[in-house]
Every structure is written in structure tokens, then in C-alpha cells.
């Protein structure tokens, strides 16, 4: 602030003494106020400055953050995605060896029973071909014995039976006479006895 420009700006129009004075006071004052208006206006301006540059700041710590956030947010769903899909996986495996342990234990299962069907079979079979063998048998020993009665019946009558058994113990009696028979049993007990001395 210049005073002395302004004193001289007033004496050029002619003011002297008390105006003069007065003159210098409203300019001095006039000064002072616009001086005062434009140091608030610089520092509303600095406030504001300053306030745009804290929420320039704030909004790039903000989109920073949200940005971070994302990438967390991100990062976790793709280990999310990853284990899901990781589980998905081991879930298929597991589905398709349950699948590959059952259709293995059917087939196991199915053979098992073939092999018994078979054995069951075989059994059968040679239980039949026994039963075969002994109702053949059976028979073949049935006709063979009627065979031989038939034989029998047609060779000896009862009559012709009786016959037979009463000259086969005529023969017996005139073979074997008592006296015959004594002396044979003689001849054995001397027999007997010579075995003895020669022992």
C-alpha cells in the first residue's frame, strides 16, 4: 500500500487538511478491504484447492482400494473357481472309479455265478449220468436175473427140480455107502496123523 501515491492523488484534486485526511482514510480502508477480500479469495481458493486435491486424493485411494478389493475379490474367486473345479474333478474321478469298482465287482459277481451255474451243472449232469448208469444197471441186473429164472424155469420144471434132487442123493448114498464112508474118514484121520509125525 502506497500512502504516499495516494496523498498525492488527493492534493491533485485539491483536497487539503481534514479532507485530505479523510480522503486518505476511505483509500486506505478501500485498500485494506479489497486487500482483505482478496486474501480470503486466495484462501478460499487455497481451501478449496486444497479440499479438491484431499478428494482427488481420497477418490484415488478410494478407486485404489476398490481396485485392491477387486483383485482380492478376483484372486479369491479364481481360487474359488480353481477349487471347485479341482473338487469337480476329484468328484468325477471318484464317480468314475466307484463306477469302474462296481461294474469290476459285477462282473466278478457275474463269473462267480457262471462258475457256480457250471459246477451246479456239471453236477447235475454227472448225478444224471450216475442215476443213468444205475438205472441201467438196475435193469440190465433185473433182466439178467429174469433171464437166468426164465432159463431156469424153461431147463428145470418143479417135477424135473425134484427129480434131479432125488437121483443126485440116490447117487450120493450108492457112491458113498457107510462102510465107504468110515473107511474115508479112516484114510483122513490116518492122513492127518502122518502130516503130524512129519511136522
Do not use: C
Not at 482427488?56 to 484372486?75: D, I, N, Q, S
Not at 433185473?142 to 424155469?153: A, P, T
Not at 437121483?167 to 496123523?193: H, I, T
Amino acid at each position: 500500500m502506497d500512502i504516499e501515491a495516494f496523498k498525492e492523488q488527493g492534493e491533485s484534486i485539491g483536497l487539503t487538511g481534514e479532507s485530505l485526511t479523510k480522503y486518505l482514510i476511505q483509500r486506505i480502508e478501500k485498500y485494506e478491504k479489497v486487500e482483505r477480500e482478496e486474501r480470503l479469495e486466495r484462501e478460499r481458493n487455497e481451501r478449496e484447492e486444497r479440499r479438491a486435491k484431499e478428494q482427488a486424493e481420497r477418490e484415488r485411494e478410494k478407486e485404489h482400494a476398490e481396485w485392491e478389493e477387486r483383485l482380492e475379490k478376483g484372486k479369491i474367486q479364481r481360487e474359488r473357481e480353481k477349487e471347485q473345479a479341482e473338487k469337480e474333478e476329484r468328484l468325477e474321478k471318484e464317480k468314475i472309479q466307484r463306477e469302474r469298482e462296481k461294474e469290476q465287482a459285477e462282473k466278478e459277481e457275474r463269473l462267480e455265478k457262471e462258475k457256480i451255474q457250471r459246477e451246479r451243472e456239471k453236477e447235475q449232469a454227472e448225478k444224471e449220468e450216475r442215476l443213468e448208469k444205475k438205472r441201467f444197471s438196475e435193469k440190465e441186473r433185473k433182466n439178467r436175473q429174469k433171464r437166468r429164472r426164465d432159463w431156469k424155469k424153461k431147463r428145470f420144471s418143479e417135477k424135473e427140480r425134484k427129480n434131479r434132487q432125488k437121483r443126485r442123493r440116490d447117487w450120493k448114498k450108492k457112491r458113498f455107502s457107510e462102510k465107504e464112508r468110515k473107511n474115508r474118514q479112516n484114510g483122513r484121520s490116518a492122513s492127518e496123523k502122518e502130516r503130524g509125525n512129519l511136522n
